[in-house]
């Protein structure tokens, strides 16, 4: 099974390049999420979907946009990399029924690095 | 305000004994999912156990369960008979509802995390 896949694992990007990561989920879920790990921190939120062709802002959306153009697929997109993104970044996604399928699965990461 | 809390940056705990890792929650939404997850040095974030507002029980998954009072805005979660591979950083997170465009929102609040160290 699948479920969460990230692309790429590491990642090195010089000042003011461009990258985009790849995050897509094969569970149909509806919901999708973009958060980033700092050293020693939480997880905090960067964008979400709710559904194709639906997404909004976070709490750190600065620096960075999303599309959803299917169900599977949510890609992050980084314009002008600086040093302050340097950081794991985390794609999610859960059902959109309540209860436990609330539960968010994540994928295995994006270790970014901007030098 | 911060939603999560967790107070412990560090536990340590001798294999086979039980251990509590602290969380404290601020919410005023009545309805609102507790989660915990286990992050180990690969970095993949692993989730554990949930429990749900209105759930009556403690949740338990196998050797975890969540000590969940709500009064006190609380969801302790606490591992049985520890062994070695449970080292590793412990998120506690939360989940409102509410309704966004038709839809509800499911962002998660997580909370700094305890890393936990067992030993021999």
């Known amino acids: 099974n699948a479920g969460v896949t990230q692309t790429p694992k590491f990642r090195i990007l010089k000042i003011g390049q461009s990258m985009t990561l790849q995050c897509t989920q094969d569970m149909n879920h509806n919901y999708m999420y973009w958060y980033r790990q700092d050293p020693g921190m939480g997880l905090k939120l960067i964008y979400y979907?709710?559904?194709?062709?639906?997404?909004d802002k976070g709490e750190v959306p600065n620096g960075y946009n999303v599309s959803r153009s299917t169900t599977e697929d949510f890609p992050l997109r980084l314009e002008l990399a600086a040093p302050s993104q340097t950081s794991v970044y985390f794609c999610?996604?859960?059902?959109?029924?309540?209860?436990?399928?609330?539960?968010?699965?994540f994928g295995a990461g994006t270790r970014l690095s901007v030098l | 305000a911060q939603k999560i809390t967790q107070t412990q940056p560090g536990m340590f705990v001798q294999e086979k004994e039980a251990v509590t890792l602290d969380c404290t929650y601020d919410?005023?939404?009545?309805?609102?999912?507790l989660f915990w997850y286990k992050q180990p040095s690969s970095g993949e974030m692993i989730f554990l156990i949930y429990q749900g507002s209105y759930d009556q029980q403690n949740a338990t998954e196998g050797r975890y369960s969540l000590n969940f009072q709500k009064a006190r805005k609380s969801a302790n979660l606490v591992i049985s008979a520890s062994q070695l591979g449970d080292s590793a950083m412990y998120f506690c997170a939360m989940r409102e509802a509410r309704v966004d465009r038709g839809s509800t929102l499911g962002r998660l609040y997580f909370g700094r995390g305890t890393q936990l160290t067992v030993w021999p």
């Open positions: 999610a996604s859960s059902s959109s029924s309540g209860g436990p399928a609330w539960i968010q699965y």
């Open positions: 919410t005023s939404d009545p309805s609102y999912g």
């Open positions: 979907s709710v559904g194709a062709g639906i997404t």
